[in-house]
């Protein structure tokens, strides 16, 4: 059972690997990438203020530094705790 969150988009990386430069990503929002399977979600920027992503945004310095393997902003947790904290940020 699945559900949508409503300014949280998804995208499968697999499928977007070949054209990620061809995504466009709207104004006031920014592509991250979550999970092992590296999913690309795109989220809005008022996110980055909220403290609950600056933890996320710590881990991802602290794990990876300002070299992201996927190019773009990698966030190190699970695909369902990202979703649980951006599903809570919606929600505000």
């Known amino acids: 059972m699945g559900f949508r969150l409503p300014s949280i988009k998804r995208a499968s990386?697999?499928?977007?690997?070949a054209s990620s430069k061809a995504v466009e990503?709207?104004?006031?929002?920014?592509?991250?990438?979550v999970g092992?399977?590296?999913?690309?979600?795109?989220?809005?920027?008022?996110?980055l203020t909220h403290p609950s992503f600056q933890d996320?945004?710590?881990?991802?310095?602290?794990?990876?530094?300002y070299d992201h393997p996927m190019g773009g902003l990698t966030i190190p947790c699970s695909e369902d705790v990202f979703q649980n904290i951006t599903s809570h940020l919606n929600r505000l």
Do not use: T
């Open 56 to 65: 996320l945004l710590r881990q991802a310095e602290e794990e990876f530094g």
């Open 25 to 33: 990503v709207p104004k006031g929002y920014l592509a991250v990438y």
């Open 13 to 17: 990386f697999a499928a977007n690997q």
């Open 36 to 47: 092992e399977k590296m999913k690309r979600f795109v989220i809005p920027i008022s996110c």
